[in-house]
Every structure is written in structure tokens, then in C-alpha cells.
């Protein structure tokens, strides 16, 4: 097996800006290719500030051990996952790279697409994507909103003006609301905004809390009148469990588990659970958002818009359609480098 990898700094469309003040306005990301016979597989992991790991860091700890990496005798992804995880215990993004890319490999080797690998079937009726509005001023976030008409918005909070936002928006479309403060409120500030969302037609929320606010988060599940779901709080599989009687659900992230082998764990683990399984991004160009939507129907919710938040792209495989998500019927991942 062979080894290649290169960076993108992708540009977004808008300057992508969540609570606390962040702002970005491209993604880093590793892109990785392990090559084996005629095949090659493709992964991607974004930087992600919040989580201190670098594009710089990923490829440091990749050349480190390169030699390690290549020589592993290919038979199933999820013994290359152990052997990967054990070898980079501390990268859980660059593991999610070479992760993804051995499924990829390993589909286009069977002629499957990976849904099928997992035995699960493509139907009509799987969770149609959101569009993510990214907090501004509010003019402005309506102006994105209006030129981008969808089915779903996943409106970013966690300022004072929320309830304005959230009530500026609804007054220019009858779309499906769900809102993500990124751990940007107080229990108290929660207490108040999420019973207004409610009524303004939200269909959930994302980390309302700090992540390791459990007790804050014990008193919103209690209280609230829509599904409260996961994200910071739900990084790896130890914390699945974690998240009963806080969540009714969690947003897996696959940059974040370290890869496609321990999600599909996760997802096993939250249906065991009665937990609602959200599968989220971390503006992955296609590459990564393929990842995504062969998850599809094993989810409640997606948020893969990496590609449509992006003014470049990678690859080619995956389309939308007003929320759905279509792929090319090709094996493994089913894209192609641009």
C-alpha cells in the first residue's frame, strides 16, 4: 500500500462565523490517497482550530510514521482502524483521514459503494441536507438566506440578538429551523430562548451549553419542549452514553470519532440507547461529505453542506437537489478528484 497526501485551503462563499466571535474564511484540510493495485482511495480530515490540530500537525505525524502506515497488510478496514488509532492515539483527524480512504479502497476492491458494504439500502426517504446560515447581521443573514431558497436551515447562535435573528428570518420563508449555539448560552439564557424558538418552528438544537456543563444539561432536557441534541459534548464513543437523559440525540463528526469504523460504532451504540442520530459537518469538500452521505440511511438528520458553503470543491460524486442528496452508484466512496 502506498501513501500520498496534499493540503487545500479551500475559500467559503461567506465568511463562516459561529459563536464566540469565530471567523474563518477558507478551511484547511489533509487530503489523503492510499493507493493499493489499480485502486486508490481518497480521505479528508479539516483543521479545526477548536480542537488544536493543524493541517501542519496532521502531515508531521503522517511522515513520522509513514513507512508504518504503508506496510500494513490490507484485508479489512476496521483492523486497519485499530492498527491506525493505536499508532496515532493523539491525531483522531489524521486517523479519520486514512480511515476514510481505506474504505474508499476497500469498496472500489469489492465493486460496492459503502452503504452497501454496511448492508443498507438507498431509499427515497432518507434525511434531507440543511443549509447552514452563519451568524452575522441580521440584514445579512437574511440576504444569505433568500439567495439560497431550501427545504432546512441550520441557523448558527449564540449572541444577544438571537431571538431577533431567528424571528427576522421566519418572517421570509415556512423552511424546517434548526439552531446551533455552538456551547455559546448560560442554563438561564437557555431556559428562556429555547421555549421562543419553539414556538418560532425550530426543530432542534445543537450544544446549547458548554461541553462539560452536564448538570446545565440535565436541567434543559427536563425542560425543554424540542430535542436537544450533541455535538461538542459527543467527540468519541466513550461519550455516547454519556449523553442519555442530557440529549435526546447526538451529531456524530467524523473528523472529530476518528474516522467511518468507530461512527458506525456510534450509531449501533445511540439506536441501542433511544438516541436520535445526527451525522454533522466540518465543511468538508466532497470528499468528506461523500463520507457523510453514505451514512445516510442510518440517520435522523444530515448536515453536509461542506460543498454548498464552499466557493471551490475537490472532487465530483455527490449531488444536491433541494436537500437531497444523491450519489454517483460508483464503489467505495464513488468520486473523483477534480
Known amino acids: 500500500m502506498t501513501v500520498q497526501y496534499t493540503s487545500s485551503n479551500l475559500p467559503f462563499e461567506y465568511p ?7 471567523t474563518k474564511t477558507h ?7 492510499l493507493g493499493l493495485g489499480p485502486f486508490t482511495g481518497l480521505g479528508e480530515a479539516p483543521a479545526i482550530a477548536y480542537y488544536d490540530i493543524s493541517v501542519d500537525q496532521m502531515i508531521a505525524d503522517l511522515e513520522g510514521k509513514k513507512k508504518m502506515v504503508e506496510k500494513f497488510a490490507l484485508t479489512e478496514p476496521e483492523r486497519y482502524w485499530h492498527y491506525l488509532h493505536h499508532l496515532f492515539p493523539n491525531n483522531p483527524f489524521l486517523v479519520c483521514a ?39 447581521n441580521i440584514d445579512v443573514m437574511v440576504a444569505k438566506m433568500k439567495a439560497k431558497p431550501w427545504p432546512i436551515y441550520k441557523i448558527k447562535l449564540g449572541t444577544p440578538d438571537d431571538i431577533a435573528i431567528m424571528q427576522a428570518l421566519r418572517k421570509h420563508t415556512n423552511a424546517i429551523f434548526r439552531v446551533d ?9 437557555a431556559l428562556i430562548k429555547i421555549p421562543q424558538l419553539a414556538d418560532l418552528g425550530v426543530e432542534f438544537i445543537e450544544q446549547p451549553l458548554a461541553k462539560d456543563n452536564w448538570e446545565g444539561m440535565q436541567k434543559l432536557f427536563a425542560a425543554s419542549p424540542i430535542p436537544l441534541l450533541a ?4 467527540v468519541f464513543e466513550r461519550d455516547v452514553k454519556k449523553c442519555v437523559d442530557h440529549f ?21 451504540e445511540a439506536r441501542s440507547l433511544g438516541l436520535k442520530i ?10 468528506g461529505s461523500a463520507a457523510i452521505a453514505h451514512f ?16 471551490e470543491d475537490m472532487a465530483s460524486g455527490i449531488l444536491f437537489d433541494n436537500g437531497k442528496v444523491s450519489l454517483s452508484g460508483k464503489a467505495g466512496l464513488g468520486i473523483l478528484l477534480q
Not at 296 to 311: A, F, H, I, N, T
Open 248 to 268: 435526546h440525540g447526538i451529531n456524530i463528526k467524523l473528523t472529530k470519532c476518528s474516522g467511518i469504523t468507530p461512527a458506525l460504532r456510534m450509531i449501533k
Open 16 to 22: 463562516f462565523t459561529i459563536s464566540n466571535g469565530r
Open 278 to 287: 445526527m451525522m454533522g459537518s466540518m465543511n468538508e469538500s466532497t470528499i
Open 27 to 33: 478551511q484547511p484540510a489533509l487530503i489523503v490517497q
Open 231 to 234: 455535538d461538542e459534548s459527543c
Open 296 to 311: 445516510l440511511p442510518q440517520l435522523d438528520y444530515v448536515d453536509m453542506d461542506g460543498p454548498l458553503l464552499l466557493k
Open 181 to 189: 449555539a455552538n456551547a455559546g448560552w448560560k442554563v438561564e439564557e
Open 98 to 136: 486514512l480511515d476514510m480512504a481505506c474504505w474508499d479502497l476497500f469498496g472500489q476492491m469489492k465493486s460496492k459503494p459503502l452503504y452497501q458494504l454496511w448492508s443498507t439500502e438507498w431509499r427515497d426517504d432518507m434525511p434531507l441536507c440543511d443549509y447552514t446560515i452563519g451568524i452575522d
